[in-house]
């Protein structure tokens, strides 16, 4: 868990954490993302990634600052424990829509009698080499929690959802709080986002840590940056390799091109 230690930290004293999305089943992806990024959001819920993929993206991690990451496919405890048994440095829950649900989730990352998660780690424990007793206070202490606004009923049970204890920060997902306000393809509305900066100011104010993803737009990213969003998770890992090459080929065709005429 020091890699979430060391993502807290970078959100307490100011750092804007950046991270990027993994689909792809190979660990390598990870291992390279890490060298330059502050976590890997490792996403289960639209993607084929089997624990036994996702364990090996974890562990890919390991020797970086990089926090590993993983949105579980819904938001429920017997997603969630597997999850942090093999190691993940936190968890996001999708598609909250109440203080409840957040709780459950929290509930989820944590040991009693704060939570219910059940005893069961491998890695975590180094196999055997750190006691029971410090592992389960440290991870209670230590594991990220992270919900995921993407329904506008969480918008406006925002002012609860930021008092639940053990909450570590929010994330927007735009293009579900768009559908779920009848704008499905148009995260840009200005109602959608008059509702997305409720949940940056009201998290912000609560001490509870606003996220958003984007693409590589640093003109985008600086006015996210002013609304007060303090991590982002730039793209995913196909987004990226789709752009690098279109860029690349782009750039060779129109090469060719001038050559031949």
């Not at 990870?30 to 289960?44: A, G, K, N, Q, R």
């Not at 990220?144 to 204890?165: G, L, P």
Request: charged residues 20%; contains cysteine; negative net charge.
């Amino acid at each position: 868990m020091e890699n979430a230690v060391k993502f807290r930290e970078k959100l307490r004293n100011g750092q804007v954490p950046l991270g990027c999305g993994v689909s792809f089943k190979d660990p390598t992806v990870t291992e390279l993302f890490s060298h330059v990024l502050d976590f890997v959001w490792i996403d289960m819920e639209h993607n084929a990634l089997s624990l036994e993929s996702v364990q090996d993206h974890i562990m890919a991690t390991r020797g970086s600052d990089s926090a590993a990451i993983v949105r579980v496919p819904w938001n429920d405890p017997v997603l969630i424990k597997p999850v942090l048994d093999i190691g993940a440095d936190g968890i996001i829950a999708p598609l909250v829509r109440s203080a409840e649900d957040v709780r459950l989730a929290v509930s989820a990352c944590r040991y009693p009698p704060q939570g219910i998660r059940g005893f069961g780690p491998r890695r975590p424990i180094r196999y055997g080499r750190i006691s029971d007793a410090e592992y389960c206070q440290r991870a209670n202490d230590e594991i990220i929690c992270i919900a995921q606004i993407e329904h506008i009923d969480a918008v406006e049970a925002m002012d609860e959802i930021v008092r639940v204890d053990g909450l570590t920060a929010v994330v927007i997902g735009a293009n579900d709080l768009a559908g779920s306000m009848g704008h499905m393809g148009n995260p840009q509305h200005p109602d959608v986002q008059s509702a997305i900066e409720k949940v940056v100011t009201t998290a912000k104010d609560a001490g509870i840590y606003p996220g958003i993803g984007m693409v590589g737009d640093a003109e985008v990213f600086q006015k996210w940056l002013d609304k007060g969003i303090q991590w982002v998770q730039v793209g995913v890992d196909w987004w990226h390799l789709a752009n690098a090459i279109d860029t690349s080929v782009g750039q060779l065709r129109q090469g060719i091109s001038t050559r031949s005429s």
